[in-house]
C-alpha cells in the first residue's frame, strides 16, 4: 500500500503561493486582453459628464489597495511573538489572499466596466491594478522581510526542502 507524504515546507509554501498568486493575476489579465481584442471604437475620454463610473472606479481601486494593504498589515501585525513557523506562515498566506482577491476584483470591475462603456481609462486602470498585483508576488525575501523573521526562524525557513512539522 502507497503512503503519501503530507510535509509541510518552505519551497512547497513557496510553490503553493506563487501558483496562487499567478492564477489570481491571470484572470484579469486574460479577460483584459479579450475585452480590448473584441471592442469596437475603444476610445480614451476623460470627460466625466454624465458617467458616474467615472468617479466609481478610481475610488474601488484606491480603496482595493488600502484596504487590501491595511488588512494585510493588521493580520500580520497580530501574531504573537512566540506564534510557530508554520502558523506564521499560514496567517501570511491568507492575508496575501485577502491582498490579493481586492486587487483581482477591482481590476475585474474596471476590466469589465470598460467592456460595457469601450472607455479606455477604466482599461488603463485596470491595467494598472494587474500591475500593482503582479508587483506583490511572494518571494522568499520578502516573506522573511514582512513576518521579520530571525534566529531560529530564519534558519528553519531557509532550509527550503525539510520539514516544518
Given at each position: 500500500m502507497a503512503t503519501t507524504n503530507n510535509r509541510f515546507t518552505p519551497a512547497g509554501f513557496l510553490k503553493i503561493m506563487s501558483f496562487l498568486h499567478l492564477g489570481i493575476a491571470a484572470t484579469p489579465i486574460v479577460l483584459g486582453i479579450l475585452f480590448y481584442t473584441q471592442s469596437k471604437g475603444a476610445q480614451l475620454n476623460f470627460d466625466n459628464s454624465g458617467d458616474m463610473f467615472m468617479a466609481i472606479v478610481p475610488v474601488v481601486a484606491i480603496g482595493s489597495i488600502f484596504l487590501g494593504d491595511f488588512i494585510f498589515r493588521k493580520t500580520l501585525g497580530n501574531l504573537?511573538?512566540?506564534?510557530?513557523?508554520?502558523?506564521?506562515?499560514?496567517?501570511?498566506?491568507?492575508?496575501?489572499?485577502?491582498?490579493?482577491?481586492?486587487?483581482?476584483?477591482?481590476?475585474?470591475?474596471?476590466?469589465?466596466?470598460?467592456?460595457?462603456t469601450q472607455n479606455l481609462t477604466y482599461l488603463i486602470i485596470g491595467a494598472f491594478l494587474i500591475f500593482y498585483l503582479l508587483l506583490q508576488r511572494p518571494t522568499k525575501d520578502k516573506i522573511e522581510r514582512i513576518l521579520d523573521l530571525r534566529g531560529e526562524e530564519k534558519a528553519k525557513f531557509n532550509q527550503m526542502n525539510e520539514p516544518l512539522d
Open positions: 504573537p511573538k512566540n506564534t510557530s513557523l508554520r502558523d506564521k506562515l499560514a496567517k501570511f498566506q491568507t492575508a496575501s489572499m485577502i491582498k490579493f482577491a481586492l486587487l483581482e476584483g477591482a481590476a475585474l470591475f474596471a476590466i469589465v466596466i470598460f467592456s460595457n
